[in-house]
């Protein structure tokens, strides 16, 4: 049959499933084998096999045959189960740990339960002394280590006469904490004791470690010689070459979010820092007023500040680099609470100003590149001139608008004389991309990016170029509004020649102070000169108004008229006299005669 005919035994309750009883069924021949046989042979046999499971290597079991006691002719097969305790043996004792001894707790031939304590083995203590290194809270744990605090791990100092500085718990560090007013800790430890003369310690050596190391025990943990406390992280700056470095220049001058950008703190405050059970790290900083804000960090990031540590605004709490749009957010919002709208805006723009050319120039300073500051100034001139509008109030701007910043001041400035709610604005910090689009120039704009659309919008909104930059005097091929070619900011009355009336054009002196002179008389005439000349023609009735006169302006072969008005540029055979003789004075004077 598959099956035997005898059932298997197992042991009935839970605590007994390691010893069971199974029958097997063994034939002794192969299929097809010929056996022969005069006195009958044994073709099949059944087995019982007893099995004790792995797991309880200290169970034996005797077999022993019972008779039934119904009927004597039938036997019953019964196993006693035998269990082997093994006694630890006593340890003597050593220097460092006391003694064991195990005490019996049974006799022999005691009849005991499950789970029943049969020997107890102690631990005795080498020297006396105070146990500590205890839990707290024992969560059902059993307890395998203590410290036994001797006499031998304390110190007494004296402070001779003089008052205790420290407190109870205090951690002092050999050479650098004092104990008392001139007196030197002689060794570091924890003070345990203090009484008016004397100050006992618990020696203890200190472990310096860097900020961010990973600690790898407990507070109140016990550790024995060669346990891990804490693991240090060592930083290696990466050697990077110059393409390395143009990313970041590119994601700094385009005022990009980096990737894996840094917690900055909002406010100035003391740092505590709360690291968890799970490698978890909290971060909280306390104003001076007792506010509490918390900052979430992801698991990637380090935290770099350590507990106790004064934080200012826009300080990094973590590694990584910091998003310069943030910086300008926490500075302003900074500011903005004891100084005004436009101060805070200044204060912020230079903030993140000094920050954007720092970080440029690290890049190039890390390749030994000397650029001057003043040329990457330029370019964080342009980024940090816009502000966006808020709130319009009474004036005429839109909300979202974006507006230069010393613009919209001014017209708050008139906002504030005649009454009206000036614009609440925001600073906004612009890529260099995004920043040539938004210029007042629609030339320069157009010729950048996206010219359709700001064609567009220039002709929609009827837009005028007043040429006061360099991009669209280069377009349009004007001398460039630098150098010789910059005049803006000429003499107030310099006069301007006007080539569309019939005589000389005169303009009033208030009319003239925006004017900027034709190039090409800026480099002949000095105003001063063009003044005089000026006069002296409608003097002697020179292209006075009413008369027909031609325009006083010379070709490029002609000289100027010296200050004393000598005709330099007289032909040589028309001499100017006064007296009827051929030579001409030197010093001709236009007088009444």
């Known amino acids: 049959p598959d099956e035997p005919s005898v059932p298997s035994q197992e042991s009935t309750n839970e605590s007994g499933r390691s010893i069971r009883l199974r029958a097997v069924q063994r034939i002794f021949y192969k299929d ?131 008052a205790p500085t420290v407190r109870i718990g205090d951690l002092l560090v050999e050479g650098r904490d004092e104990i008392a007013p001139g007196i030197p800790t002689p060794h570091s430890g924890e003070v345990i004791q203090i009484s008016d003369s004397q100050v006992v310690l618990r020696l203890a050596r200190p472990y310096r470690v860097s900020a961010g190391a990973v600690l790898q025990v407990n507070d109140g943990d016990l550790v024995q010689r060669g346990d891990n406390l804490v693991l240090l992280v060592f930083e290696r700056a990466k050697t990077g070459d110059i393409i390395q470095g143009l990313p970041r220049i590119e994601e700094l001058l385009e005022a990009r979010k980096p990737k894996e950008a840094c917690v900055l703190a909002s406010r100035p405050g003391i740092a505590q820092v709360i690291y968890g059970e799970d490698d978890s790290v909290d971060v909280k900083v306390i104003e001076a007023d007792g506010t509490i804000t918390e900052y979430l960090t992801t698991p990637g990031q380090n935290v770099i500040v350590t507990d106790g540590q004064e934080v200012g605004p826009a300080e990094r709490l973590t590694d990584g680099p910091a998003n310069p749009h943030d910086i300008l957010n926490v500075f302003f919002q900074y500011y903005r609470e004891t100084l005004g709208v436009h ?118 909104a009827g837009k005028s170029d007043w040429l006061r930059g360099l991009k669209e005097n280069v377009i349009i091929g004007r001398l460039i509004p630098a150098g010789t070619g910059f005049n803006a900011y000429e003499e107030v009355g310099s006069p301007d020649l006007d080539y569309g009336y019939d005589g000389i054009g005169v303009l009033d002196e208030d009319d003239l102070r925006d004017v900027v002179l034709d190039d090409q008389l800026a480099r002949r005439y000095d105003p001063e000169e063009l003044e005089d000349r000026f006069n002296f023609g409608y003097g002697m009735g020179m292209g006075a108004p009413g008369k027909d006169a031609s325009p006083m302006i010379l070709d490029d072969g002609d000289e100027l008229i010296d200050d004393n008005f000598g005709a330099s540029s007289a032909d040589d055979d028309e001499d100017f006299d006064d007296d009827g003789d051929d030579d001409a004075d030197s010093d001709y004077d236009y007088d009444d005669e």
């Open 32 to 162: 097809g084998e010929r056996v022969k046989s005069v006195e009958g042979m044994e073709l099949l046999r059944t087995q019982l096999i007893l099995e004790i499971d792995k797991d309880a290597p200290q169970l034996a079991a005797d077999i022993e045959l019972v008779p039934d006691e119904t009927n004597p002719n039938q036997m019953r097969l019964q196993l006693v189960i035998l269990e082997s305790l093994a006694i630890r043996r006593d340890v003597t004792a050593d220097q460092t740990q006391g003694g064991t001894v195990t005490q019996l707790l049974v006799k022999d031939g005691d009849q005991i339960a499950p789970g029943a304590i049969v020997a107890r083995t102690q631990i005795q203590c080498k020297r006396g002394g105070e146990v500590r290194g205890l839990p707290s809270e024992q969560n059902d744990e059993v307890i395998r280590r203590l410290l036994v605090i001797t006499d031998a791990d304390l110190m007494t100092v004296d402070t001779q006469g003089n």
């Open 343 to 460: 101060e805070a805006a200044l204060k912020s723009f230079q903030e993140v100003q000094t920050f954007l050319v720092n970080e440029v120039q690290s890049v190039y300073q890390s390749q030994g590149i000397d650029i001057s500051d003043k040329h990457i100034e330029v370019v964080v001139r342009q980024m940090t001139s816009k502000v966006r509008v808020e709130d319009g109030g009474d004036t005429t701007l839109l909300p979202g608008e974006p507006i230069e910043l010393y613009e919209i001041q001014q017209i708050n400035e008139a906002m504030a004389i005649t009454g009206g709610a000036p614009a609440e604005y925001t600073p906004e910090l612009l890529g260099i991309t995004k920043a040539s689009l938004k210029t007042d120039s629609f030339i320069s704009a157009a010729s950048f990016q996206e010219t359709t659309r700001i064609l567009t919008e220039a002709a929609i």
